[in-house]
């Protein structure tokens, strides 16, 4: 099964709206966005153009928790984890966090087959024992290209994606 990864849109409308066309081509079947939408429209957007399951978990910069979660209760296959998502996709165990600080200690436990992290920005692919813990970077673009990854589960492997 291929999973988008997405993380730090900052409200990124045209950004957002490109990486789900670029996600659609790629045949992603769920969707894991980590962090920093900033605005709950940015999650209407984004629910509204993918209807596969999408999990995602908070950002520092995700101010209005509560209307995030009104928005996310309006969409059946939008899915907020807080503080930390801990799943079961297609027989691999993975973790979703937007902070790296905690997601590199996730990695190091060895419980999890994926660990993906959002927050700084950057785009990195890391493998931590026999755990991958991977970046997508952000969509926003403050840093450099936009960015999203996808995550092939049968082969546990990340690959970056740079917006065209």
């Known amino acids: ?50 209807s596969g399951p999408i999990d995602c978990v908070f950002g520092n910069n995700d101010g209005d928790q509560f209307l995030l979660c009104q928005v996310a209760a309006g969409f059946p296959q939008v899915t907020f984890h807080a503080p930390l998502a801990e799943l079961e996709v297609a027989g691999r165990t993975v973790a979703l966090q937007h902070y790296p600080e905690l997601g590199i200690r996730l990695a190091e436990s060895g419980a999890y087959d994926a660990v993906f992290t959002g927050h700084d920005h950057l785009r990195y692919i890391r493998e931590i024992g026999s755990t991958l813990w991977a970046n997508p970077g952000e969509l926003m673009g403050r840093l450099g290209e936009p960015s999203f990854g996808i995550w092939d589960t049968e082969t546990n492997t990340f690959r970056h994606i740079v917006l065209t």
């Open 1 to 50: 099964m291929k999973v988008a990864v997405l993380s730090d849109s900052h409200d990124r409308l045209d950004h957002l709206a490109q990486a789900l066309q670029q996600v659609a081509a790629e045949g992603a079947e769920r969707l894991f966005f980590l962090g920093d939408f900033c605005a709950p429209f940015s999650l209407k957007a984004l629910a509204e153009r993918f």
